[in-house]
């Protein structure tokens, strides 16, 4: 809408654009390179860039950037907001977990087979999306929320109780490697599935890019605005809503299945609607709207998570007073604070705090405002 | 017929939790438009700290559960009026933000909660009455589910009274209806929302009490987990409407029950089905006004 | 002043004060108002004064409603609002009103879901109301103390409506469309009733009846785009059938497909 408008205005522009394109370019081939580079960070990463240790880290945070971004669908284009997102996530992991280890016909090789596992499983997320979504979506504003939530709920609940054996109950999954190809299995490999994840990502980012760009995006991000507008031109918001909720669903989905991978398992954790809580911290942290927001926000929260936790362990913590010493010795708790100083403070998040500098206005308080705005007229 | 009534009375019991954590969340919410996802933690404070008092007083006397309940009743009251007195308040009419500072609370204090109290359930010790059994109609009922009906009947009650009978009641009455028309004669609405969240973290301080008792233990788990139940059942009620929790409390929590007994342990999964039948149907719930389905 | 102030257009020209009269008792200097982030009211000055009725005139969707909820503080503005010597544009709605505002809204805006009685207990602010005047004013507000206000016909809706703002007592009435959708029997009952408080309390008055309009104003502010295009005396506006349609977009009353009626308010 208006951001395209913006973007596109006079020769500048262009220019932009191509700067844009270049930089992103720049960064995804740097990132391509980091497992060759030795780049020590301390107090960021636990240690060089080419070990295992930070790989897992880092690809663990790009995975965790992919979903962000397909939430990003949801919650910043659409102005959906889902508690249930963690669900399709898991619905990758466990599916394609599920799926490798019932799916192995003679007639296919190896690799082919990994690969048809693999868009079974992205399949599977668009569908039990579609169908969430198809029920979901026939309320809006808090209600959708709510329902999403005992969705996500109802997910969880069948994971842990682990029907016919096939999700493994509390225990969780381990990955099946007779059909996965080697160079994803094993420690020594982290630093290919590092390029997967990174591949993950781009991927998921340009799925997003364009979804926002295509008439389906524009109708949507309408339909956050001004409901009746939309309807008034002739078009059924909720076609489009689930359109999009589907699709999103579906990378998480994608995202669900390289962190098996990148975990060789996956546990119920992921299915928990606290997971689809972190997810909202996530994007609210990184900038609503803002699609780098939301892998800018996955990032610092995934490291930031780590280094609280290695903190909460530390001597140093162990020493303090009890005041000092329970709080701080829990990571949740300060990220839980963090997140409402964010939401009090800095509306943008911390993308907004960059486009403070560029622009008067941040975008990201006034779109939540207006999402807000559907579900409170009365 | 006995495991019809034990199944029954027992449904019965779980309702009345359901309904002390979800007459607060439907007052807030049909009041203010914000969803409060910290109502999970107003009751797991409140049972903590009830609990802690209760110790302090004597293990298991009867005036040390009273104790507990009114502690319980108050800190959740408190933990509530300062949410929305700190924080709700800052975001006046930002619904998105505030249900996001909502949901950063619960995480933090969830946490805070293991940090304190631990990661393992914190058995509670009750008057001895409420562990054995009263037979009607050949059923052994747990005398304990009578004391929670009774007091999720009382709260009800009062509830009701004070939204009839009191200035604040009529207030908030009006204010679910049309709030911009209260200010406009000249109300300070926000008071009545301070009001409605301390009502709302009482009952919930309450219902931590009774929960731990229903559950035999506390942990920082337990508001968190009813939570999403409540929620449900506000859903199905109908947004904003008291009656509404109060009858799909119930209706949810007899169902659950049922097919727990009946269908291998599927309660949770029927219940989130109910909803998904109710928005088929009835998107906007049981009793849920017109148009508002958002 | 005897001429009417034209601001064909409106930058051009400030609205002058009039100095043989008393102090306004509302000031209303550029204010801007909007509505999801749309400009609904524009650089909108204009004064009532502290006696009679003012009335705020234009065509349908042209700002009115938004230009009293603008000065409450209902929708998001800027500018200037001073009411009874004080500036209130910043303040909280409920503090406006507390200052002595009585509002009665566009579509009346009762609380369904109450009794009369509870509709009219919730508007009381003064710690003794008048209501004996309201009970005088609406003998059948009386009868049906009891009923769910929801259930009520329009025109006893509306009569809850102005009961909420009489029972106060009030420095200013704003009152908008108190006769839209009402039968001629109750648009007099209602002119009267507002005719016998103009006596007491100034009124801003949101009206499309041109009968009424007669009845009642003294003064006439008028809108056109979101902006004032003519304030005066209500004479000078209504004798000018030319200035009546181009401003309000009817005639005068002559016509028959004016949907205005005579017959409607006693004279
Ligand atoms: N909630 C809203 N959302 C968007 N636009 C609105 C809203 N309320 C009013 N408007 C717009 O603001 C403008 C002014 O409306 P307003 O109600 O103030 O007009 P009015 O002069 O009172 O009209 P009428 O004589 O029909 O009552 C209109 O164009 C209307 O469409
Ligand atoms: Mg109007």
């Known amino acids: 809408m208006t951001e395209h408008g913006m973007r596109g205005q006079g020769l500048s522009g262009q220019r932009r654009l191509i700067i844009k394109i270049a930089a992103g370019g720049a960064l995804v081939a740097l990132l391509a390179l980091l497992p060759l580079l030795n780049i020590s960070i301390p107090g960021v990463f636990p240690g060089p860039t080419y070990t295992p240790g930070t790989l897992q880290l880092l690809a663990y945070a790009m995975l965790i950037a992919a979903l962000a971004l397909s939430y990003h669908l949801l919650f910043g284009l659409a102005g959906m907001l889902s508690f249930g997102h963690a669900l399709f996530f898991a619905a990758g992991a466990y599916g394609l977990g599920i799926v490798l280890r019932r799916f192995s016909p003679d007639w296919l090789s190896p690799g082919a087979t990994f690969l048809v596992a693999v868009v079974i499983t992205v399949v599977l997320g668009f569908v039990l999306a579609a169908v969430v979504g198809s029920l979901s979506l026939r309320v809006t504003g808090i209600s959708f929320a709510m329902v999403t939530l005992a969705f996500a709920q109802a997910g969880s609940v069948v994971v842990r109780r682990n029907p016919e054996g096939l999700t493994g109950g509390e225990e969780g999954l381990s990955l099946d490697v007779t059909n996965v190809p080697s160079f994803f299995v094993g420690v020594l490999n982290t630093r290919n599935l590092y390029w997967l994840a990174l591949g993950v990502l781009v991927v998921v980012y340009l799925v997003v890019l364009w979804v926002e760009r295509s008439r389906a995006g524009h109708v949507v991000a309408a339909t956050r605005e001004n409901d009746l507008r939309v309807r008034v031109i002739g078009i059924r918001p909720y076609g489009v809503r689930l359109l999009v909720f589907s699709i999103a669903g579906a990378l998480a989905a994608l995202a669900g299945a390289a962190f098996l991978l990148l975990q060789s398992g996956v546990s119920p954790r992921v299915a928990t609607p606290d997971f689809t809580l972190t997810l909202l911290v996530i994007v609210v942290l990184g900038g609503v709207g803002l699609r780098w927001g939301a892998v800018l926000g996955a990032v610092v929260y995934t490291l930031l998570d780590q280094r609280l936790t290695a903190l909460a362990g530390s001597d140093l913590i162990a020493g303090l007073p009890d005041v000092l010493r329970i709080p701080l010795s829990q990571p949740l708790f300060l990220l839980g604070t963090l997140f409402i100083l964010v939401v009090l403070f800095l509306p943008g998040g911390l993308a907004g705090l960059a486009k403070l500098g560029e622009h008067r206005t941040p975008r990201g308080p006034r779109r939540a405002r207006t999402i807000a705005a559907e579900g409170t007229t009365r | ?294 | 002043m005897t001429d009417p102030i034209r601001t064909e257009s409106p930058r051009t020209e400030s609205i002058r004060t009039e100095p043989a009269r008393t102090e306004p008792i509302l000031r209303v200097r550029n204010l801007y108002g909007r509505i999801a982030g749309q400009q609904v009211v524009e650089d909108v000055s204009f004064d009532v004064p502290g006696t009679g009725v003012t009335a705020l005139l234009g065509r349908n969707g042209v700002g009115k409603t938004s230009t009293i909820r603008s000065i409450l503080g209902l929708i998001e503005r800027t500018g200037e609002v001073t009411f009874a010597g004080s500036r209130v544009d910043r303040l909280p709605t409920h503090r406006i009103v507390q200052r002595g505002v009585g509002y009665v809204p566009e579509d009346r805006e009762v609380f369904a879901k109450l009794t009369v009685t509870e509709n009219l207990r919730l508007a009381e602010r003064d710690a003794h109301p008048n209501r004996a005047l309201v009970e005088a004013l609406f003998p059948d507000l009386v009868q049906r103390r009891a009923q769910l206000a929801g259930t009520l016909s329009g025109g006893q809706q509306q009569m809850v409506s102005l009961a909420r703002a009489l029972l106060n007592t009030n420095r200013l009435l704003l009152v908008d469309e108190p006769t839209k959708g009402l039968s001629p029997k109750i648009v007099g009952e209602v002119t009267e009733a507002l005719l016998a408080a103009a006596a007491t309390v100034p009124i801003l008055l949101v009206e499309q009846n041109l009968q009424v309009i007669r009845r009642l104003a003294d003064r006439v502010v008028v809108l056109s785009g979101g902006r004032v295009v003519f304030t005066g005396d209500a004479a000078d506006l209504l004798d000018d059938p030319e200035l009546i349609q181009r401003y309000l977009g009817v005639h005068s009353g002559a016509d028959p497909a004016d949907t205005t009626t005579d017959a409607a308010v006693p004279a």
Do not use: C
């Not at chain 2, 009751?43 to 502690?71: C, K, N, P, Q, Y």
């Open chain 2, 1 to 294: 017929m006995s495991t019809l009534v034990l199944l029954l009375v027992t449904g019965l019991g779980l309702g009345a939790l359901y309904f002390l954590v979800a007459s607060g969340l439907s007052l807030i919410y049909g009041l203010m438009g914000v969803l409060n996802f910290a109502h999970g933690s107003f009751l797991t404070v409140g049972a903590f700290i009830g609990w802690e008092v209760s110790r302090r007083l004597s293990d298991g006397s009867w005036w040390a559960l009273v104790a507990a309940m009114l502690v319980g009743a108050l800190v959740g009251a408190l933990a509530a009026a300062a949410t929305e007195f700190f924080l709700i308040r800052r975001l006046y009419n930002r619904h998105i933000e505030q249900v996001l500072v909502t949901v950063g609370l619960a995480l933090a204090t969830v946490a805070l909660f293991e940090g304190i109290w631990g990661t393992d359930p914190t058995y509670v010790t009750s008057p001895a009455w409420l562990a054995q059994t009263t037979e009607i109609l050949g059923a052994r009922i747990p005398n304990n589910r009578f004391l929670l009906i009774a007091l999720a009947v009382l709260v009800l009650v009062t509830i009701v009274g004070f939204l009839r009978f009191t200035r604040y009641g009529l207030i908030i009455r009006a204010g679910v209806e049309n709030r911009t028309m209260v200010t406009a004669l000249g109300i300070d609405v926000r008071r009545a929302f301070t009001v409605v969240f301390a009502i709302g973290g009482a009952a919930a301080g309450l219902g931590g009490v009774l929960a731990s008792i229903y559950y035999g233990y506390v942990s920082a788990h337990i508001g968190s987990s009813l939570l999403i139940f409540a929620f449900i059942v506000t859903v199905i009620g109908g947004l904003g409407s008291l009656g509404g929790a109060a009858i799909a409390s119930v209706l949810v929590a007899v169902l659950q029950q049922f097919a727990n007994f009946y269908l291998g342990g599927t309660g949770d999964l029927a219940v989130v089905l109910a909803l998904a039948a109710v928005l088929l149907v009835r998107p906007r719930g049981l009793l849920g006004a017109k148009g508002s389905t958002a």
